[in-house]
């Protein structure tokens, strides 16, 4: 049975053992993920460790103003001195190892932390913690448990990680273990100001322009409690825009007056639908996530459909429609 503890100490330990730190998170990295990337490869340097970051994906525009983040390597595959010349892979964010879109990554010795429900314990030592309202807080807590002060670099990126998990502190992962660790990074240098206006003030032209694309979509179920929206192969074209224009879209139908959960369903290749959910309360999207083989947290999942664009939209409609059902 491998170790598994939702208190930090295994894992810094587990840590300070390597000599050469593979780090890598889901496909499609978002703020918790690439946050915790960094402030994890500054805890390794504090120890003599030397870490490559390596994503999938690349980040959302968004995250372009992280201190580091042109340190993180966005490949299709493991690097070239893999696994030769590595002792450790350390997954953040990431249920299940297939997530990370990497073949190969269980050829060495893995430390596996997350905060997702169900994540089945896959590393050799697995910091697991369904409380946490992100990753990047359980990466705050390795410093303390290492002694470690983190640099000011740090206290932003996991600050990043924990407002973008809690959706600036409005989804029900809002605890006040939160406040509390949003309020020690502040006191550390995270500067809350700047950093809104770098997740949502940062976007690019063609980001704006998806979202125009998107919002032509834009339909309603429900009695207006279901949002949904898309955006094909051909709107990502018009738009100019990629995968990482995306983020921030699904929240405007979010914040309609009376919508409970939102699905966007998104396609810029042949053969694949990504899908976002975000929903208020306790509708719980990560249920319908992970029917079609994804997860997630209550009020924001995702997953990806091998299917055309719009019967996978309907499909997802309709397990909405039925999960509202069970609301009121």
Same mark, same amino acid.
């Given at each position: 049975?491998?170790?598994?503890a939702?208190?930090?100490t295994?894992?810094?330990?587990?840590?300070?053992r390597a000599r050469?730190?593979?780090?890598?998170?889901?496909?499609?990295?978002?703020?918790?993920?690439?946050g915790?990337?960094?402030?994890?490869?500054?805890?390794?340097a504090?120890?003599?460790?030397?870490?490559?970051?390596?994503?999938?994906d =690349?980040?959302?525009?968004?995250?372009?103003?992280l201190?580091?983040?042109?340190k993180?390597?966005?490949?299709?595959?493991?690097?070239?001195?893999?696994?030769?010349?590595?002792?450790?892979?350390?997954?953040?964010?990431?249920?299940?190892?297939e997530?990370?879109g990497?073949d190969?990554?269980d050829?060495?010795?893995?430390?596996n932390?997350?905060?997702?429900?169900?994540?089945p314990?896959?590393?050799?030592v697995?910091?697991?913690? +369904?409380?946490?309202p992100?990753?990047g807080e359980?990466?705050?807590?390795m410093?303390?448990?290492a002694?470690v002060?983190?640099?000011?670099?740090a206290a932003?990126?996991?600050?990043v990680a924990?407002?973008?998990?809690?959706?600036?502190?409005r989804?029900s992962?809002?605890?006040?273990?939160a406040?509390?660790?949003?309020? +020690?990074?502040?006191d550390?240098?995270?500067?809350? =100001?700047t950093?809104?206006?770098?997740?949502?003030?940062?976007?690019?032209?063609?980001?704006v322009?998806?979202?125009g694309?998107a919002?032509?979509?834009?339909?309603f179920?429900?009695?207006g409690?279901?949002?949904s929206?898309?955006?094909?192969?051909?709107?990502?074209?018009?738009a100019?825009?990629?995968?990482t224009?995306?983020?921030e879209?699904i929240?405007i139908?979010?914040?309609?007056a009376?919508v409970?959960?939102v699905v966007?369903?998104?396609q810029?290749e042949?053969?694949?639908?990504?899908v976002?959910?975000?929903?208020?309360?306790?509708?719980d999207?990560?249920?319908?996530?992970?029917?079609f083989?994804?997860?997630?947290?209550?009020?924001a999942?995702?997953?990806?459909?091998?299917?055309?664009?719009?019967?996978a939209?309907?499909?997802?409609?309709?397990?909405l429609?039925?999960?509202?059902?069970?609301h009121g």
């Open positions: 049975m491998t170790p598994t939702s208190d930090p295994l894992a810094v330990d587990r840590l300070r050469r730190v593979l780090l890598t998170s889901h496909r499609n990295p978002d703020g918790d993920a690439v915790s990337e960094l402030a994890l490869a500054e805890l390794a504090s120890f003599g460790i030397d870490t490559v970051i390596v994503n999938r =690349p980040a959302p525009a968004t995250l372009s103003e201190p580091g983040v042109d993180v390597d966005v490949a299709e595959s493991l690097p070239g001195d893999f696994p030769d010349a590595f002792d450790l892979v350390i997954t953040v964010e990431c249920p299940e190892l997530r990370a990497f190969g990554l050829r060495i010795p893995i430390l932390i997350d905060h997702h429900l169900a994540n314990a896959y590393g050799e697995n910091y697991l913690d +369904e409380e946490a992100a990753v359980m990466v705050w807590s410093f303390k448990a002694g002060e983190p640099s000011v670099d932003v990126n996991t600050y924990l407002v973008t998990d809690t959706g600036d502190f989804y992962n809002a605890r006040p273990r406040f509390r660790a949003a309020a +020690e990074m502040v550390r240098g995270a500067d809350p =100001p950093i809104a206006e770098w997740v949502h003030d940062g976007r690019t032209e063609a980001s322009r998806l979202l694309e919002l032509k979509t834009l339909r179920g429900c009695s409690r279901l949002a929206l898309a955006a094909d192969e051909a709107a990502f074209q018009r100019g825009a990629d995968a224009d995306t983020e879209i929240n139908p979010r914040a309609i009376g409970e959960a966007f369903c998104k810029w042949p053969g694949v639908v990504k976002s959910l975000r929903s208020r309360g306790d509708v999207v990560r249920r319908v996530a992970a029917s083989g994804g997860g997630g947290h209550t009020n999942a995702g997953c990806a459909i091998g299917a055309d664009l719009d019967i939209r309907s499909m997802l409609e309709k397990r429609t039925e999960l509202l059902g069970g």
